[in-house]
């Protein structure tokens, strides 16, 4: 019966039409899109991301957890830094934040490890939001056994959140208080997520040099400065990254800088020559 009526479904004009109009206005389309493997790229998924602060009470499968090691575990670290990661179940953080797992970071106390944590953590962040499930910074989760080096973590989980459909669904500042030049790296950079979304960074061009600075100021700047700000400015600097190699530049290197003026993360690339 239903497979008799299928011909004159996929034949009807106006049948087909209202089926796409569903696919794309019901809310079921979000959750068949996060059943999707890997459709975006992490460069298209700093336009929908967001924090997701509420779980689904179901596991994240195996094969997702090493693949979302992987991409961390695996990825470049800014120049002169090493930090370690470890994926753990729900149970063996202090305060569960009701997603399934979290990616905990380790790293030394320094403005430039701080820094490094976020370059890294951005990129599992976008990893694992592309493959369709939900990801969130918290800073009350720690680890129960092992606090040594432990820096910030990352909740992981099936989420039924939908993703932002674009870049007018993000509460950020205009552009021009971040950047004088507007660019594919500087539209990037703006969605980046920070620590009480403070947003405490600016950008400098040169000749084959991106520059993103620590500019926080105020009252979160006081209370963010030593660690957070920093994380926060890795985190900038991975979008700044992707934005980058998506254009078809190769980075050379990425370098965190604390001499005395603005810490900063210094992305030097070799330009596109087509
Ligand atoms: C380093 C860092 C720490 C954060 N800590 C928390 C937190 O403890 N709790 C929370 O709800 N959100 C936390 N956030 C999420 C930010 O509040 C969020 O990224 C920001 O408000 C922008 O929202 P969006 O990520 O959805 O674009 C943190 C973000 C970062 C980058």
């Given at each position: 019966m239903v497979w008799s009526a299928l011909p004159r479904f996929i034949y009807d004009p106006p049948t087909v039409t209202l089926f796409f109009i569903c696919c794309v206005i019901c809310p079921m389309r979000q959750i068949l899109y996060f059943q999707e493997?890997?459709?975006?790229t992490l460069y298209e998924t700093i336009f929908t991301r967001r924090q997701v602060r509420n779980y689904l009470n179901s596991p994240v499968p195996e094969d997702c957890l090493s693949s979302i090691l992987a991409c961390v575990s695996e990825s470049e670290q800014l120049s002169g830094q090493h930090a370690d990661f470890k994926l753990l179940p729900a149970?063996?953080?202090?305060?569960?934040?009701?997603?399934?797992?979290y990616l905990l970071a380790f790293c030394d106390s320094s403005p430039s490890a701080y820094a490094n944590v976020g370059f890294l953590l951005q990129k599992a962040d976008l990893y694992v939001q592309s493959i369709g499930l939900g990801s969130g910074y918290f800073m009350n989760i720690k680890p129960k056994n092992e606090l040594k080096r432990f820096c910030i973590a990352l909740a992981i989980g099936k989420a039924d959140t939908p993703a932002r459909i674009?870049?007018?669904?993000f509460k950020r500042k205009p552009l021009n208080r971040i950047s004088t030049e507007d660019t594919a790296v500087s539209r990037a950079v703006r969605l980046a997520p920070s620590s009480l979304n403070s947003q405490p960074w600016e950008l400098k061009f040169e000749p084959g040099k991106v520059i993103v600075e620590d500019a926080g100021t105020g009252i979160s700047r006081l209370i963010l400065k030593n660690k957070l700000n920093k994380i926060d400015i890795g985190i900038a600097a991975r979008h700044a990254v992707l934005a980058l190699e998506h254009n078809g530049n190769a980075i050379i290197s990425a370098v965190p800088k604390s001499d005395g003026s603005k810490f900063r993360i210094e992305i030097t690339y070799k330009e596109d020559e087509k």
């Open positions: 493997e890997n459709t975006m149970a063996e953080v202090s305060a569960s934040q009701g997603a399934s797992h674009n870049e007018s669904e």
